[in-house]
């Protein structure tokens, strides 16, 4: 079972704002990190740290965290977001181990 | 632009050794958290473990018995192990590289390139 907890689906009118949560205690500690992966690709990262995204993702992706949720927003989202969106932490056992949530499938309507 | 170049056996019998290696290519191979991350077929990801480049290792306790991730840093190569492998672990096998940095006394622990991943097959 997986320490953090993402919705299974989420779906979003074309052009409008979509909020994707993760919920785990480790994210009392650390920040979480996303990524967006599509059909038979690898994972790509979206977002790191407070509200970092790598050099080449949209800036309508922006990521938050309160207390033990962090939040993946897409603000206007397009027909190429839709995919599957994991985020990852450290756990909270403190021995550094990796995790990632369930996933969350994302339709663009 | 770093890329990860990862390659090894797709198809295994029940109880045999997954063995997979992954190239790193332009960067550094210092500082960093190099890491296997599996998906079974139309399931999420799971983490499997990483290596530093001195050897320290952390593994998936789900896995820890099985697994062996090793660095053989003359190459700027990781391999991992895994031993006794059953249906289970049929999955794409992907190499990562993880980093952790502090911000505003937060950590950020993240895996910022991966390479293409791998399809492992395990049937008898």
């Known amino acids: 079972s997986s320490e953090l907890t993402q919705d299974p689906a989420v779906s979003v009118a074309l052009g409008q704002t979509v909020r994707i949560t993760c919920q785990g205690d480790?994210?009392?500690?650390?920040?979480a990190s996303w990524y967006q992966q599509k059909p038979g690709q690898a994972p790509v990262l979206v977002i790191y740290g407070k509200n970092n995204r790598p050099s080449g993702i949209p800036d309508r992706f922006s990521g938050s965290s309160s207390g033990n949720t962090a939040s993946l927003t897409i603000t206007g989202a397009q027909a190429e977001d839709e995919a599957d969106y994991y985020c990852n932490s450290r756990d909270s056992s403190g021995n550094h181990l990796g995790v990632f949530g369930g996933g969350t499938k994302l339709t663009v309507l | 632009q770093v890329q990860l170049q990862q390659w090894g056996a797709g198809l295994l019998k029940p109880s045999e050794t997954l063995s997979l290696t992954c190239a790193v290519y332009g960067g550094s191979f210092s500082g960093y958290y190099w890491s296997w991350i599996r998906q079974p077929p139309g399931k999420g990801l799971e983490w499997i473990g990483e290596?530093?480049?001195?050897?320290?290792?952390n593994y998936n306790p789900s896995l820890k018995s099985r697994v062996t991730i090793s660095v053989d840093t003359s190459k700027n190569q990781f391999s991992l192990k895994l031993s006794s492998v059953t249906a289970a672990d049929t999955a794409v096998y992907y190499c990562?590289?993880?980093?952790?940095?502090?911000?505003?006394?937060?950590?950020?622990?993240?895996?910022?390139?991966w390479g293409k991943g791998t399809t492992v097959t395990v049937s008898s």
């Open positions: 990562a590289r993880g980093r952790s940095i502090t911000i505003f006394g937060v950590v950020s622990y993240y895996m910022d390139v």
């Open positions: 290596i530093n480049h001195s050897g320290s290792t």
């Open positions: 480790s994210l009392r500690s650390y920040y």
